[in-house]
């Protein structure tokens, strides 16, 4: 009995000193303490990462956002004669080009006819001339002209980030870009500083430029005047990443078009070369190439090789072109 009893206070003091030194000794010790400030110390580093995390998340969703509404205003927009106009840098509207295009057709219809003869050829050659040509023509000056701009784009956001740096604003900026840079940075640019004194917001009159000049470039550049003016951030820093990127796009164009100068030679020589041996050929023999145009069976056969050439053309400029 009394063993009993004496055991039972052993356990009964184990227990108690078992709950003291699990909810007592924490308090005694300063270990609790310890454990909030620890807790405090590295709770505050966690949260401002998770912070940075979910603002960068909250950017990069932003200018996915902002990339797929100019895509998408880009593709639902169709390419009109006013617009193909607007990008070969030309003032001329669309009538005025549609009249053009159409007397430049029945000159070369009439000329075609006085010398051959045949009113099919002569059809044929009207439509080439009246609506072929002309198209061809304002896509070259088009292209030709996107060129320049992307060649001095660089140069402009140069121009912008000094002039922020420096404290002023940004339509200060542009107004110095409308005003000092060559063409046809100034020209657009001046349109982007007219739209603003008509009322519109920066955001709005960069989409015009995207609108009127659509490149990969002016795209990046909405983007970025789009995410500084609706998240703020640093402008200057943006636009000077920008303008990195923009001249090692060019380099890499410049790297391109060295690697593949070997094919576009090939290209230029295979496709030249028939017309070089007919050329040969006819100074060397002219009845004998004169069969081509003067008879049907011969008419057929260049209208045939014509199409087969063009199409072998069109392959080859695939072949040497590259996306980047």
């Not at 966690?46 to 995390?53: M, N």
């Not at 045949?118 to 009246?130: E, M």
């Not at 996107?146 to 140069?158: E, N, R, S, Y």
Request: glycine share 8%; aromatic share 10%; net charge positive.
């Amino acid at each position: 009995m009394i063993f009993r009893i004496f055991a039972l206070a052993i356990l009964a003091a184990l227990s108690v000193g078992g709950l003291g030194f699990v909810f007592v000794y924490p308090l005694l010790s300063g270990e609790r303490k310890a454990e909030k400030r620890q807790a405090a110390f590295t709770s505050g580093p966690i949260r401002k990462s998770a912070d940075r995390l979910a603002d960068a998340a909250a950017r990069r969703k932003q200018i996915s956002d902002s990339v797929k509404e100019i895509e998408a205003r880009s593709s639902r927009k169709r390419i009109t004669i006013d617009d193909m106009l607007t990008r070969a840098g030309l003032s001329w509207s669309t009538t005025q080009f549609l009249i053009s295009a159409a007397l430049a057709g029945l000159v070369f219809g009439t000329a075609t006819f006085f010398l051959d003869g045949n009113l099919y050829i002569a059809l044929a050659v009207t439509l080439v001339g009246g609506a072929g040509l002309p198209i061809w023509t304002l896509k070259f000056l088009a292209k030709r002209r996107l060129k320049k701009f992307v060649t001095l784009f660089p140069d402009a956001i140069d121009i912008i980030v000094r002039g922020v740096k420096a404290g002023l604003p940004l339509g200060d900026c542009l107004h110095v870009i409308a005003k000092e840079v060559a063409e046809p940075i100034r020209t657009e640019f001046r349109f982007i500083v007219e739209a603003q004194t008509m009322g519109l917001s920066i955001t709005e009159s960069v989409d015009r430029l995207v609108a009127r000049v659509p490149i990969p470039e002016t795209s990046f550049f909405s983007i970025v005047i789009s995410i500084q003016q609706k998240a703020g951030g640093s402008l200057s820093e943006a636009l000077a990443n920008l303008s990195a990127v923009l001249r090692e796009r060019r380099k890499m164009e410049g790297k391109i078009k060295a690697l593949s100068s070997e094919a576009r030679a090939s290209a230029y020589i295979i496709g030249s070369l028939p017309f070089v041996v007919g050329g040969l050929v006819y100074l060397t023999s002219p009845k004998y190439m004169s069969l081509l145009w003067m008879t049907p069976t011969g008419q057929f056969v260049m209208g045939g090789s014509a199409l087969w050439m063009g199409i072998g053309i069109f392959i080859m400029k695939k072949m040497v072109s590259f996306d980047f």
